[in-house]
């Protein structure tokens, strides 16, 4: 039970510490939002389940962008029908899609989360 709670948790903690870093090194300052913690932490689950199922890590890296996108669309939707603002996240770059919900450019950044989340993943389920 702890363990299902746990990967989700590490998971969008890790999310978070990665994109303060990467506000800062890319735009000289740290940011996040709890909304997009929450989101994260409600999402991965679901990110987990696609990686395990198909346990094919090199497929799953390749693919994790389009699944943060879902994962972006499906989330910003919910934060527009519910609250009517999306303070998770709002990108601003002439490769924005979907309302500004997604970021076209940033495919090999989120490859680079598809390669932690996936080690992240190994180490709880081997060693948690």
Do not use: C
């Not at 519910?82 to 709002?90: G, L, P, R």
């Not at 992240?120 to 081997?126: S, V």
């Amino acid at each position: 039970m702890l363990y299902k709670f746990l990967l989700p948790f590490i998971y969008a903690l890790t999310f978070a510490i990665i994109e303060l870093v990467f506000y800062r090194i890319k735009y000289g300052y740290y940011h996040t939002t709890l909304e997009q913690f929450i989101l994260s932490f409600v999402f991965s689950p679901f990110m987990i389940q696609i990686n395990r199922t198909y346990n094919n890590n090199v497929l799953f890296v390749l693919l994790y962008p389009i699944l943060f996108w879902l994962f972006e669309i499906v989330g910003g939707n919910t934060l527009l029908y519910f609250f009517d603002t999306n303070n998770a996240w709002t990108y601003e770059s002439p490769y924005n899609a979907f309302n500004n919900m997604i970021r076209l450019d940033y495919y090999f950044y989120f490859m680079f989360l598809g390669i932690i989340f996936n080690y992240i993943d190994f180490l709880i389920e081997n060693y948690i």
